[in-house]
């Protein structure tokens, strides 16, 4: 059981290159999440999933699409990155929306864009 | 919008030492509200998990306590070790409207405990 797992772990690219990151789960979970870290900004959340086929937006989604097209996997792209998406980025899971819905995170996908 | 406020944003202290730590949110609309412990350059472990009609749980030397009417949770450490050195980060999950998966992060405190 690996829990919450990202690919890569570190990516350095260019302005106006392109990108997804990869995150999957084998926790059977519903739910799924992309936060960025930024210091001083805490965790914002940038997308969600609430099930297979389905996406939101959060707090800060502009820059970026995602897709969830298996259960397990939740991708997020960068279709023209800027250095302000200089960030870690981590995703998570939880089960389906209930009093307990306690969030499970990966280890994070660190990211700079020159 | 939730707000969530992290007191102090550092803090030193000697090991051994029985410890503090505060959360408060703006909105007392929440399902629960969860602390997490981070290292640097880690992912986020979750430490304790309070449902909104729980006032504590205690986990080992942790023990986290819920005040959802005054909008504020506390951690407390006891018998502090350098291994509890991390950044703390206290989250809440709303319940009203499309509100209700999503956390609301708090800056973090971050913790050293100096042997």
């Known amino acids: 059981n690996a829990g919450v797992t990202q690919t890569p772990k570190f990516r350095v690219l260019k302005t106006g290159q392109s990108m997804t990151l990869l995150c999957a789960q084998d926790?059977?979970?519903?739910?799924m999440y992309w936060y960025r870290q930024d210091p001083g900004m805490g965790l914002r959340l940038i997308h969600y999933?609430?099930?297979?086929?389905?996406?939101a937006k959060g707090e800060v989604p502009d820059g970026y699409n995602v897709s969830r097209l298996k259960k397990q996997n939740f991708l997020l792209g960068l279709e023209s990155a800027a250095p302000s998406q200089t960030s870690v980025y981590f995703c998570a899971s939880s089960y389906l929306a209930s009093s307990y819905n306690e969030q499970f995170f990966g280890p994070g996908t660190r990211l700079t864009v020159l | 919008k939730q707000e969530v406020t992290q007191i102090p944003a550092a803090l030193s202290v000697p090991e051994g030492e029985n410890l503090v730590l505060n959360c408060s949110f703006t909105?007392?609309?929440?399902?629960?509200l969860q602390w997490f412990r981070q290292d640097p350059g880690k992912g986020l472990t979750s430490l304790l998990l309070?449902?909104?009609?729980?006032r504590e749980q205690t986990s080992g030397r942790l023990n986290a306590s819920l005040d959802k009417s005054s909008g504020r949770s506390t951690l407390y450490i006891a018998a502090s070790q350098p291994g509890d050195s991390a950044t703390y980060l206290c989250?809440?999950?709303?319940?009203?409207?499309?509100?209700?998966?999503?956390?609301?992060f708090g800056k973090g405190t971050l913790l050293t405990v100096n042997p």
């Open positions: 909105d007392s609309a929440i399902y629960n």
């Open positions: 309070i449902q909104s009609s729980q």
């Open positions: 989250a809440v999950r709303g319940n009203s409207g499309g509100s209700n998966y999503k956390l609301t």
């Open positions: 926790m059977n979970h519903e739910y």
């Open positions: 999933s609430v099930g297979e086929g389905t996406t």
